[in-house]
């Protein structure tokens, strides 16, 4: 009878074990086009962005693998022999740009799969473009539709129709944030201190750009944090605007010591319950009215949200924790 108890239990933590661990996959990126006889889908992207839009256009034909998850920054990550798994077989691998150098080609060469790889910047009428604004973005989905429909032939409907459907409903968006900031919201020439991976999406609000900095925090020394100060200064900047994946220190640090706002807009869905690109035009334009209005600030109903990096080693603990309870209850049970 014990040693039933003791199997169940197993079985138990085993099943639990093998659930986190399956939590734990990755995704991949590369760079020469395949044609695939084969209508199973097979893509990666290497960032929430890039999967997000992939997937609208794929729809219901298939699932959308990733490399880099939500809470981690695409410019600082080191791939895992699970991505070398990912991207193995995978037809397309959908990246920005920045990853190749860091991560991707090493990753693709012992994955043996450079020819799935797909450079977004690398397309002529890309090039670095900014995808926060609503007319950047449909730029974005005509090119990644252009190439499923390249690879996967049989699908060429599909993925036309959803394009199609995608595109009007980031026009719908765009002309109610449009309407919204011409009734209420007054962004328009606002004067602006930016971080550079959101210039396209403040100069689409109607922003005055006073100045532009590129660095990360991670990357900025004491006179690039001195050189936004002294812009931000004699261009009586209002507003410090970040970005999120980039840092949000220094640029606050720049706001406090010149008394204005600040905010950390967000450039891949992923954090603060936002999930697709829509949601994120949302609240980064509540953020701002937030700042500048004193509009509803959109991070308070997401505080009590937790990440799934933060979920999965809270369950890995928790269970640890019961199998150490469950074991001493069981030796109770055998010394009587």
Request: net charge negative; charged share 15%; with cysteine.
């Amino acid at each position: 009878m014990k040693k039933s108890k003791i199997s169940v239990i197993s079985i138990i933590l085993l099943t639990v074990v093998i659930f986190i661990g399956n939590q734990n996959s990755t995704t991949i990126v590369t760079q020469n086009p395949k044609i695939s006889a084969d209508p199973e889908i097979k893509v990666v992207a290497t960032t929430t962005i890039l999967r997000h839009f992939v997937q609208q256009i794929i729809g219901d034909s298939g699932t959308v693998d990733i490399i880099i998850e939500s809470g981690t920054c695409p410019g600082h990550y080191d791939y895992k022999p699970s991505d070398i798994v990912k991207v193995s077989d995978a037809d397309i691998i959908f990246y920005h740009g920045f990853e190749w150098s860091q991560f991707l080609n090493e990753l693709l060469t012992e994955a043996d799969n450079l020819n799935a790889a797909y450079s977004m910047s690398g397309n002529g009428s890309l090039g670095w473009t900014q995808w926060g604004a609503p007319a950047n973005a449909l730029l974005f989905l005509d090119v990644i539709c252009s190439h499923l429909n390249n690879t996967y032939t049989l699908l060429n409907t599909t993925f036309n129709q959803n394009c199609e459907t995608f595109t009007a409903e980031i026009l719908t968006k765009k002309a109610e944030i449009e309407s919204q900031n011409a009734a209420s919201y007054n962004f328009n020439d606002v004067k602006a201190y930016i971080m550079k991976h959101q210039k396209s999406f403040i100069i689409w609000l109607g922003f005055n750009i006073t100045g532009v900095w590129g660095m990360d925090d991670n990357s900025m020394n004491l006179s690039d944090f001195t050189a936004i100060i002294d812009g931000a200064t004699l261009s009586e900047t209002e507003i410090i605007v970040m970005n999120y994946q980039s840092g949000t220190d220094k640029g606050k640090e720049a706001a406090d010591y010149l008394g204005i706002p600040n905010v950390a807009l967000l450039n891949f869905p992923g954090v603060y319950g936002v999930q697709t690109y829509l949601e994120q035009i949302d609240f980064n334009v509540a953020l701002l009215n937030w700042a500048l209005n004193n509009g509803p600030d959109p991070r308070a109903s997401s505080d009590m949200q937790i990440g799934i990096d933060l979920v999965i080693p809270l369950m890995a603990f928790g269970i640890l924790g019961m199998y150490i309870i469950i074991s001493k209850t069981i030796k109770k049970l055998r010394i009587k």
